[in-house]
């Protein structure tokens, strides 16, 4: 048997200015996150994809088609990429009904039709905008023309569909409106995205894969959960928004409102999020460290409804002063933020046995 050609496989090094991107990445399908502080080199690695940006050297393939290739000297234009290029503002034409516009997208794929194609109905059913085709964008809602353009770019047949940021100029509402939406490409689109966001609430959401990008280079890469509980990544991770990403399995509905999710480090209750909590769902939870407390003791009388035993593993200090705790709960990662007296009250030493009190509310209901 062959070996699976990855769904994007890039190998590329460029200088521009006194900035030197050296970044090696091998990602499966789905939603590939890019993640790093401002400056790492995110938005110049999906502007190589793009064909935006020339590299030094390397090799960019999407699906096993060379991109671009310095050794064997080619250069694909980036008209001639096929990708789907996602920006910040929907960029719709004001004169055009969300129709034409879907259409637009259409008219530069002509060539690469085939019978299986999407179809401007099928994404239009897919992103819930069937009921918008006749409007033009003046009347539509910030997260309605999003959803537009991500159709627009669907309906181009792109080989993969980049998107630097898409949610960080909407606001809250606004974005929890599109991630279902995102998730349903995910699933359903059957192309691979690769996705830039600093937002970890994104990431827990969405992503497939994630590559930590540091000053240029890849960090590392791998699943979300799996990254978000290395201590050696805390430094990319941790901060304000330090926490555990926990893959899950709705498991039944307990009454009061509440769902059980099965993880691996144990049972959670999380209060109903509508339309999303199907028993038998995968799932991934956000448990920041902030809203997690720590017991030497089991607790008792206490209106919480999650408590999971765990082992210190491991026990950093953050900038602020505060301990970052991390409690291996049979197998998995749980992170603590606790104060440094706290930490020394509780004399918090790696193989310490402690009990993790997680408020319900505190759950980040996920993908
Ligand atoms: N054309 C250019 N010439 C010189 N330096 C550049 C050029 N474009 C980007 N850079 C530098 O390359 C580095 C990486 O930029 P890039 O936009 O890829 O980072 P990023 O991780 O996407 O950041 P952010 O999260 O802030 O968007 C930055 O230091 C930036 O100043």
Same mark, same amino acid.
């Given at each position: 048997?062959? =070996?699976?050609?990855?769904? +994007? &496989?890039?190998?590329?090094?460029?200088?521009?200015?006194?900035?030197?991107?050296?970044?090696?990445?091998?990602?499966?399908?789905?939603?590939?996150?890019?993640?790093?502080?401002?400056?790492?080199?995110?938005?110049?690695?999906?502007? +190589?994809?793009?064909?935006?940006?020339?590299?030094?050297?390397?090799?960019?393939?999407?699906?096993?088609?060379?991109?671009?290739?310095?050794?064997?000297?080619?250069?694909?234009?980036?008209?001639?990429?096929?990708?789907?290029?996602?920006?910040?503002?929907?960029?719709?034409?004001?004169?055009?009904?969300?129709?034409?516009?879907?259409?637009?997208?259409?008219?530069?794929?002509?060539?690469?039709?085939?019978?299986?194609?999407?179809?401007?109905?099928?994404?239009?059913?897919? +992103?819930?905008?069937?009921? +918008?085709?006749?409007? *033009?964008?003046?009347?539509?809602?910030?997260?309605?023309?999003?959803?537009?353009?991500?159709?627009?770019?669907?309906?181009?047949?792109?080989?993969?569909?980049?998107?630097?940021?898409?949610?960080?100029?909407?606001?809250?509402?606004?974005?929890?409106?599109?991630?279902?939406?995102?998730?349903?490409?995910?699933?359903?689109?059957?192309?691979?995205?690769?996705?830039?966001?600093?937002?970890?609430?994104?990431?827990?959401?969405?992503?497939?894969?994630?590559?930590?990008?540091?000053?240029?280079?890849?960090?590392?890469?791998?699943?979300?959960?799996?990254?978000?509980?290395?201590?050696?990544?805390? &430094?990319?991770?941790?901060?304000?928004?330090?926490?555990?990403?926990? &893959?899950?399995?709705?498991?039944?509905?307990?009454?009061?409102?509440?769902?059980?999710?099965?993880?691996?480090?144990?049972?959670?209750?999380?209060?109903?999020?509508?339309?999303?909590?199907?028993?038998?769902?995968?799932?991934?939870?956000?448990?920041?460290?902030?809203?997690?407390?720590?017991?030497?003791?089991?607790? =008792?009388?206490?209106?919480?409804?999650?408590?999971?035993?765990?082992?210190?593993?491991?026990?950093?200090?953050?900038?602020?002063?505060? *301990?970052?705790?991390?409690?291996?709960?049979?197998?998995?990662?749980?992170?603590?933020?606790?104060?440094?007296?706290?930490?020394?009250?509780?004399?918090?030493?790696?193989?310490?046995?402690?009990?993790?009190?997680?408020?319900?509310?505190?759950?980040? =209901?996920?993908?």
């Amino acid at each position: 048997m062959g =070996q699976a050609v990855a769904a +994007l &496989d890039l190998d590329i090094a460029l200088r521009q200015g006194t900035f030197q991107v050296d970044a090696k990445i091998s990602a499966g399908p789905g939603l590939t996150v890019l993640f790093g502080p401002s400056g790492s080199g995110k938005s110049t690695l999906v502007d +190589l994809v793009a064909g935006l940006k020339r590299p030094d050297r390397g090799r960019i393939a999407v699906d096993g088609v060379p991109l671009v290739d310095t050794a064997a000297g080619l250069w694909l234009p980036p008209h001639r990429r096929r990708v789907g290029y996602v920006f910040q503002e929907a960029r719709l034409l004001p004169h055009l009904t969300v129709r034409q516009n879907l259409l637009y997208g259409r008219w530069f794929a002509r060539r690469h039709l085939t019978p299986d194609s999407p179809t401007c109905e099928s994404v239009a059913d897919l +992103l819930g905008i069937t009921h +918008l085709l006749n409007r *033009r964008p003046a009347a539509l809602s910030g997260g309605e023309k999003a959803r537009v353009a991500l159709g627009r770019a669907l309906l181009a047949l792109p080989r993969i569909l980049l998107m630097d940021e898409p949610l960080a100029a909407l606001d809250e509402a606004r974005k929890a409106e599109i991630l279902p939406y995102l998730e349903r490409l995910r699933d359903h689109a059957g192309l691979p995205i690769l996705y830039v966001t600093h937002a970890v609430a994104e990431v827990a959401r969405l992503a497939t894969t994630v590559v930590m990008m540091d000053q240029g280079r890849v960090r590392a890469l791998g699943a979300p959960s799996t990254l978000w509980s290395r201590p050696d990544l805390m &430094d990319l991770t941790g901060g304000a928004e330090a926490g555990a990403l926990l &893959d899950a399995v709705v498991s039944h509905e307990s009454g009061d409102g509440l769902f059980a999710l099965d993880t691996p480090a144990g049972r959670i209750l999380v209060p109903h999020v509508p339309g999303h909590l199907v028993p038998g769902t995968r799932t991934r939870l956000r448990i920041p460290a902030r809203d997690v407390l720590l017991s030497d003791r089991p607790p =008792q009388g206490l209106s919480a409804l999650n408590v999971l035993p765990g082992v210190v593993d491991d026990v950093r200090e953050d900038a602020d002063g505060s *301990r970052v705790v991390r409690l291996d709960c049979g197998g998995a990662p749980l992170l603590a933020r606790v104060t440094r007296t706290s930490a020394s009250v509780l004399a918090i030493t790696p193989g310490q046995p402690l009990w993790a009190i997680v408020k319900a509310v505190a759950l980040d =209901q996920g993908s």
